[in-house]
């Protein structure tokens, strides 16, 4: 966490910058300077889980001792998260800054080690001469989140992830319907585990990627709500550690290790976005990804990968490229049923880094509903399912599925209530790696207060 605080720096560059008019604010009116607004908000949530650690359970065990790791645990906890939003709008400088910190503590003592109190986010976005024919851009986040783990022994349960992805461009707009962005980026992110993830030669442990780049996204928008897209982005990342200890199911190696090599990535991506009819809205943006790892960075023999398209000579340094494996794109249709109500369907191909293996290649197909019935309460159903295909030193084939209904009843214009049931699964696709199954259900309810 430490290494990523200096550029946390990017998000505070802006931050001051208000107009010296006098405060004025009522609830659900947001606090106003000038140009400026703060909208302060504070989230209560209790919530219910069948499943805490995501565990398959029993089923799962291959001896009595692995019983008590596999058990499936339920219970309750509550939730406080306090969040603010700052946003500027003037003529020369546009800034909008998220920030959030959550708080979530367990009823039951026996689950006392999924207590977290580190998880927080904030987004920055800062636009200088947002009408200019130059102008600039910066984008600065960083994100601290943790995912469970069946380290119910440990202290501390949770594989933690901490992220700060930074980028600045500058933007050339040579009329009012077209927009070009060109600049770097620099990505990095912090995976550590629970030191009773794993014992022995299967403990895991943790690791830190660096990446650095550039990226161009130009849009033309030929019709008023209607635009050609194109974005290319290309990273080059090393991590810390080339080894690590893993429990990961799936690994090639048999004692425990984990060789994840350095690499390269290349996304480029074209199509069109943006309402065709009264009431339709059409996404359908197609992409290619390539991915290329170097065998020399754990100590391999450097060798082209001629055996093709998904694959590799050596899995350990699976590269991604050819077609269609490295197809990438976004599909997408909206249909508003009135100003208020909208369905959509769609499906997803991507394929991302992953901090135990090479990457991951995921097809997801969703359909969604949002909608407010009347004037106070607002709805929104999901359903995702998504197959995961992870390559390099772990091999496995995920299905990962989940349903959410959520509601929201707007009681005044600063009080709302909330209540929502998900339900979340993951198979393993071939039937080899019973660890990674689970099902778990998720009731919650809760109170938000926005000033």
Known sequence: MVRVLPYMAGLLLAAGVLAPAPASAQPGDHIRFGDAEITPSLALLTSWRSNNYLTPGEIAANDPG????FRVRSGGFFTVTPAVRF?????????KLDANWEGRKYYAEELGNLDRFRNFGANSKL???????VGLKLNNSVFASGRETEAVNSEDAYITQVLSSNRGSITVRPG?????DLGGLVNITDFSVPPGFGT?????????????????DFQWRFLPKTAIVSSLEFESFDWENNEVRSAAPGTVSA???LLVPDGKRLLVEGGLRGRFTERMIIGAVIGYTWMDYDETSVGLPDAKDTAGCDA?????????????????????VGYDISEVQRVKVGFLRQHLDVFFTNYV????YYVGYEGDIGDRLTLLSTVDLNRQAYRGGTLREDLWFRARLDSTVHLTGWFDLTSGVWYTGRRDAEGLNADVEYDDWNVHGGMVFTY
Do not use: W
């Open 66 to 69: 692995e019983v008590e790791r």
């Open 87 to 95: 946003k500027l709008s003037g003529e020369y400088v546009q800034h």
């Open 127 to 133: 636009v200088i001469l947002p009408r200019g024919v």
């Open 176 to 180: 009012s319907s077209m927009e070009l």
């Open 200 to 216: 022995g030669a299967d403990a895991a442990s943790l690791n830190t990627r660096f990446g650095a780049g550039a990226f161009y």
């Open 255 to 257: 004692d425990g290790s």
């Open 312 to 332: 590799p000579d050596n899995p350990v340094t699976d590269d991604l490229n050819g077609l269609p494996c490295g197809l990438s794109g976004n599909f997408e």
């Open 361 to 364: 290649s995921m097809n997801r």
